[in-house]
């Protein structure tokens, strides 16, 4: 269970941001593991799984073959963030992981909107799996070291894709503009996955460091810089956005917004030249 992967994760603590003085170079030459359990992880079953979901957020769901993936955004009616998620398509199901305070708010939001004659499940697999997050630019190699196939990890063009192992599924990308796989595992597998990694030379970090990288890399978050104040133009979510798809809740007002040049704030980043401000 997930509790394993919390001992495991104990026995090999690293604090990574102190160890490597917050430095981005430091950072750039490690393979880093992080934990993401926090977040959740959603289930839509049934024939229009795809296209309820099209009909939901901003993104082409529709067009999603089994093995690809995309983030793509929950809007309320007036086009502000409700969430920032990545979706991967199986052969019968999608999966959703999305922020760790949204969990319970878009279940019951997506259950709400499922009319009765709509063929679409969900579900909330989140206590059944852990999610793992490998950065770094040979994250590929250690996993062959733990015997996943090449193949798996080679040729692969999508930006998410999705294949199935026993009990794992590994999905090309981080969540962040840096290259990397996450690990979508089984509970029971987590603990034993984690110490296998660690062993053959991945570095174990934690949230710090994901708070840290997220932000140097522009990476909005639920309730910090992604709120019902803003809308996803605004936060420079334009990748997760498809304008010619149709309808979706709030695409009048992100249509509008587009057209008519209508974004008038920015979220910025701003580098400054010591660590800390005196007073």
């Known amino acids: 269970m997930k509790a394993d992967l919390e001992t495991i994760k104990a026995e090999y603590a690293a604090n990574f941001l102190k160890d490597y003085h917050n430095d981005p170079q430091s950072l750039a030459s490690q393979t880093i593991l992080i934990d993401r359990s926090d977040w959740g ?7 229009d799984r795809l296209r309820f979901l099209h009909n939901q957020t901003s993104n082409a ?6 093995g690809q993936g995309c983030e793509t955004i929950f809007l309320n009616s007036t086009g502000r963030t409700l969430d920032f998620v990545t979706v991967y398509a199986g052969d019968d199901s999608l999966l959703i992981l999305v922020s760790p ?14 009319f009765p004659f709509d063929k679409v ?44 192992q026993p009990a794992l599924r590994v999905a090309v990308g981080t969540g962040l503009d840096l290259p990397g796989y996450t690990l979508i595992v089984a509970a029971a597998e ?6 296998n990694l660690i062993k053959n030379g991945v570095t174990p970090a934690d949230e710090q460091v994901w708070e840290y990288l997220r932000i ?18 605004e ?4 990748r997760a956005i498809v304008f010619d798809k149709g309808c979706y809740i709030g695409q009048e007002t992100i249509a509008r917004l587009n057209t008519y040049k209508g974004v008038k704030q920015r979220l910025w980043g701003i580098k400054l030249s010591q660590r800390r401000i005196n007073k």
């Open 41 to 47: 992880l959603l289930e839509l079953k049934g024939q």
């Open 61 to 66: 769901i529709d067009r999603l073959k089994p």
């Open 101 to 114: 305070q949204r969990r319970q708010f878009l279940l019951e939001l997506i259950d709400r909107y499922i």
């Open 121 to 164: 499940e969900i579900s909330d697999l989140t206590d059944n799996f852990a999610i793992v997050t490998l950065i770094g630019a040979e994250s590929g190699q250690y996993l062959q070291k733990i015997a996943i196939p090449e193949q798996i990890l080679t040729g692969v063009q999508h930006s998410h894709y999705l294949l199935s």
């Open 190 to 195: 987590a603990g034993p996955l984690w110490e």
């Open 216 to 233: 140097h890399q522009g990476r909005p978050a639920v309730d910090r810089e992604l709120t019902e104040d803003y809308n996803p133009l």
């Open 235 to 238: 936060a420079g979510l334009w």
